[in-house]
């Protein structure tokens, strides 16, 4: 692969659990939706440079060389730029640290920068839109702000730099430190140097503190911290939601109308997302996920969607932006998503997986005692009226339905869940029930095997085959020991498997014809598939390679072009990350060495 030629995201991304904001390698703040994950940008440059606003701390020429790097086990991000009349740094981050027994977070992005070497001159432009680069905001100057507001909207910046740099043409001379203190909805009313050193300081202990409770394995220790902490900042903690990516419309392939809004969170692939959280060690993370998942599935009577808002919302109709440019050009720009009013039947296997911590798990149960035997009945309905159903399945096709192998090994999964349950509690007439359905969907599974290949397809009566059905090997459906396992494992690789490592979800057409890029999540699942066969010096060396697709700041895209390694997709993926943590736990146990101590005498 030439590395040169390579398309990477140029950015970094900050957050405290509220919001997720991009920052360029020029310092741009290209991406920031306020006041919540779902809202309009404020600043969307990613998707339009003219209508995307700006916000942005450049030398006065050009500059000669960008650095950009994270402090050490946290979110906060550094951007180092250098130009002939000297460097400076601009250290990005949002406010996150406990207080009052509870945790601030607020609507709230801190910017200092600092000289570092002669005296730089920089120019500061800040420039908010709304309403999806539709509206502009008024600007007013106060005594030591600058005030942006449209509508019932406000927005502030507190500074200690002039006020009046905004306002007209001038250069600043860097000599000592500068804060920035953009607000959204309330000002910022305290002493600006002081307070953001503070915040600085106190966020920095946060963080260090939440991965030092981490459990993180000795293999690839530092990728998968930068993991897990990209992980967490993709949790809207108002609610206990993840969302799949903090933007929209990033397509998966130039050219190719693959444009999705992933800013909801998807509780089909909730299974994935609490297995790492499990692995982590991050057990309050994990009962708000958890606790997310159990109220959509008590509230929502009907059927359970495949994915739903960060508050739950069920209504989340797409429609498209015609205005904005799109990435590098792409269409469509979307807004919400289509896949909520898919048919997927797997998302009850994976509810009752999401369900089984809280009442299986002694660290939860007690607080959920009395609404197990309810919860899991309620959800075993759904699937029985639902698991002869043909359905979109994960990839989310939207114009044809099968009877997908993948759906039918997570109502088998989701039953095994409850019959977990159900013995734990001595519910005879649930334990009952789940083997019922735990039959049906063995049966269903079954009938996707392909004799003469000795393969399990994608669907019933259909001979394309799917990366989903690694997770056969994974969820030990199939015993990983067996032959049969490992012959499954051969003939997804000899059709499905790119170079370098990578791997495709499929290569048969959808409705926007065949794939052109691999989907990364689903090499990470290979990884895990190698080693449950006990093909292990193959996934370790297939990981390595995995890595290399990430950004400067081992950042991951939702797909790779195998090609030439470029990334595409939504960005960062937070399910690519999870892939990446689960996949090196995986390793680790294999090896027998998940912690530092077991490698420390190599």
Known sequence: MNQKTRHKYNSGIIGNCAYIAHIEQDTNVNWLCWPSFQDSFVFGSLLDKK???????????????????????????????????????????????????????????????????????????????????????????????????????????????????????????????VYLILTYGSPFEAPIARTAEDFLLRTKEYWHKWVKNASIPAFYQKEVIRSALTLKMHQYEDTGAIIAAST??????????????????????????????????????????????????????????????????????????PYLDGY?????????????????????????????????????????LHTAKAWTHLILQKMAQTIDEKDAGIWEFRNFQNRHCYSNLFQWAGATAALKIAKQYGFKDIEQQASTIRAQAEKHIESCYDLEREVYTNAFESQSLDAST?????????????EKAKKHLKQLEQELKGKHGLFYRYMHKDDFGKPKSTFLVCAFWYVEALACVGRLDEAQEVFKQLLSFANHLMLFSEDVHEDDGSQWGNFPQAYSHVGLINAAYRIAVKLDKPTFFDSLYE
């Open 51 to 177: 209508l995307g606003g700006t916000f942005c701390i450049l030398p006065t020429g050009e500059p000669t060389n960008n650095k950009q790097f994270y402090l050490e086990n946290t979110n906060i991000l550094c951007t180092e730029i250098e130009a002939k009349d000297g460097a400076y740094r601009v250290t990005d981050f949002a406010p996150r640290f406990e207080q009052y027994e509870r945790y601030y977070k607020p609507l709230t992005l801190i910017r200092k920068v600092e000289p570092m070497r002669g005296n730089p001159k920089i120019r500061v432009i800040c420039e908010p839109t709304y309403e999806y680069g539709g509206k502009s905001f008024h600007r007013y100057r106060g005594s030591n702000h600058v005030q942006f507001e449209m509508e019932h909207i406000k927005m502030r910046l507190a500074t200690n730099m002039p006020v009046s740099h905004f306002f007209d043409d001038s250069t600043h001379v860097l000599s000592q430190p």
């Open 248 to 321: 929209t419309s990033l397509p998966e392939y130039p050219g190719s109308g693959r444009n999705w809004d992933y800013r909801f969170c998807w509780l089909r692939d909730s299974y994935y997302v609490l297995t790492a959280l499990s692995h982590l060690g991050q057990f309050e993370e994990m009962e708000r996920y958890a606790s997310y998942i159990a109220n959509i599935s008590q509230n929502d009577t009907g059927r359970l969607q495949p994915l739903y808002g960060i508050m739950g919302q069920s209504d989340l109709e797409e429609y498209t932006i």
């Open 328 to 368: 590098l050009g792409n269409k469509p720009i979307r807004i919400g998503n289509q896949a909520s009013e898919h048919i997927q039947n797997d998302v009850y296997g994976q509810a009752l997986i999401a369900l089984l911590p809280l009442f299986s798990d002694h660290r939860f149960r007690h607080q959920n």
């Open 470 to 482: 690694l997770q056969l090997i994974m969820m030990n459906y199939l015993d990983p020991s067996s």
